[in-house]
């Protein structure tokens, strides 16, 4: 689903086949015998961002001045990762030496032969063995490593504190179960007219992105394991719309407003009168800065019962045209930009003297390792934001399984927008029925695509 993240994603310049097609032309030995190495590398911020196109470009001079022979060449068009473009730039040795892949595309460029087998440098990586052990199995196949995670993000419970204070809960004991969520809502929704405890989308695709986060938090799944038919139809997919059809028509804490599209929940939130949402970290992040909600009023906790949790997020990998040379200059660069506690984008000092909002947990690619442990200690001492109301979220998602979003998601999301939408705006409506019908549209969809 697309998300509004505070991640950096831009997409390769059209440079020469001789500026960047990495493996296109020798190496040269430099005055001191080691060989010249020229790579290009992805996520240069935007011009429109110079303060931290600035630090990019200091970063880059740090690294080509502790790697002489180095020459570290940018690009920042937007997009970073564009599927239409993606096969064409590879073809034509335009794609940068070093790439970025959302995980929803991870299997798709390892087993069309667009990334680089890295199994013998990951040593470049000086802290591979901090990065969560499934994000590493994501990118890898058949015993073989075609990626540096670098982003990872999952849902949460975001909630308003100040609801919660001025409803009687107490802000910093947030729900962990469904039964506590529900509790919460009536209590929210009890403040008075306008007031909604918990909301929910139902359309626009983000209703079934919704279900399938809530599904995904039950143990459930969209999708049977070899990805040939839909599994929503399931113990737990009923167990998420009884929840909401409860909350709507039996415990009245829902509103009666049907939200279609990501704004609408966003901008309800941005109110200040919804008590809670799913969502990951950037929800709180965009919700002050884009819909006008006061920072100190949210927090983020783990996701309610949480046995999995929907996770995106990005690796880097490495084009596979680049010499050995290429790939291991291209591995010490995303090392020193992107892995090193204090430097590059974990220098949270230098984010917070740009002015950047430094605090929300927006990256748990390292999980509770001493790197990430590391790395949330110096993002607490360099904090903007109020970090005690993220620290919840903080302990649950080092521990709570990542599970990717489903292939053909956004065929599927919309499939589901009609369950989401039918238990929110009928309080008759069946839910064995709305799943059949959802199961039979996905199962058509699913032999349609092969």
Request: net charge neutral; proline share 6%.
């Amino acid at each position: 689903m697309q998300r509004s993240t505070g991640l950096l994603l831009v997409s390769a310049l059209a440079l020469s086949t001789a500026a960047c097609g990495s493996g296109s032309e020798p190496a040269t030995p430099t005055a001191g015998g080691a060989k010249a190495v020229s790579i290009t590398v992805a996520c240069q911020p935007a011009k429109s961002a110079p303060k931290e196109r600035q630090a990019w470009d200091d970063d880059v001079a740090a690294f080509m001045k502790a790697h002489p022979g180095v020459t570290v060449k940018s690009t920042d068009q937007q997009p970073c990762f564009d599927p239409k473009t993606f096969g064409p730039k590879l073809a034509g040795g335009q794609m940068e030496t070093a790439f970025v892949v959302p995980v929803t595309n991870y299997n798709d460029v390892i087993s069309k032969g667009q990334a680089l087998d890295i199994t013998p440098y990951t040593s470049e990586i000086k802290n591979w063995n901090d990065l969560r052990p499934d994000h590493r199995e994501l990118v890898t196949k058949d015993g073989k490593i075609y990626g540096v995670p670098n982003v990872h993000y999952s849902v949460g419970l975001v909630y308003n504190r100040a609801l919660f204070t001025k409803a009687g809960l107490n802000p910093d004991a947030p729900p962990k179960t469904w039964a506590e969520v529900r509790e919460a809502a009536k209590k929210i929704a009890g403040l008075g007219a306008g007031y909604v405890g918990y909301g929910e989308y139902s359309g626009g695709n983000t209703g079934g992105w919704h279900f399938t986060q809530a599904i995904y938090g039950r143990g459930g799944s969209i999708l049977s394991p070899d990805n040939k038919t839909a599994a929503f139809n399931s113990p737990e997919g009923k167990a998420v719309l009884q929840t909401l059809h409860d909350m709507r028509w039996v415990d009245n804490s829902m509103g009666t407003k049907l939200l279609v599209g990501w704004e609408s929940l966003m901008v309800a939130m941005g109110s200040g009168k919804v008590g809670m949402m799913l969502g990951a970290p950037d929800v709180v992040t965009d919700v002050v800065n884009k819909f006008k909600g006061n920072v100190a009023d949210y927090g983020i906790t783990g996701f309610p019962e949480a046995k999995a949790s929907l996770s995106g997020g990005e690796a880097f990998m490495i084009n596979p045209k680049a010499t050995p040379e290429e790939a291991k200059a291209a591995l010490a660069w995303i090392d020193f930009r992107f892995n090193t506690v204090g430097k590059g984008r974990f220098d949270f000092a230098r984010g917070k003297s740009l002015g950047n909002p430094v605090g929300v947990p927006d990256n748990a690619v390292f999980g509770d390792s001493p790197t990430g442990q590391a790395i949330q200690a110096d993002r607490v001492k360099n904090a903007s934001l109020p970090v005690t109301n993220y620290e919840t979220y903080v302990q649950a998602a080092g521990t709570i399984p990542p599970k990717a979003e489903p292939l053909h998601a956004q065929e599927l999301y919309a499939i589901l927008d009609v369950a989401m939408s039918g238990v929110l705006s009928r309080k008759d409506a069946s839910i064995d029925q709305l799943l059949a019908d959802a199961e039979t549209k996905a199962n058509a969809v699913l032999a349609a695509k092969g």
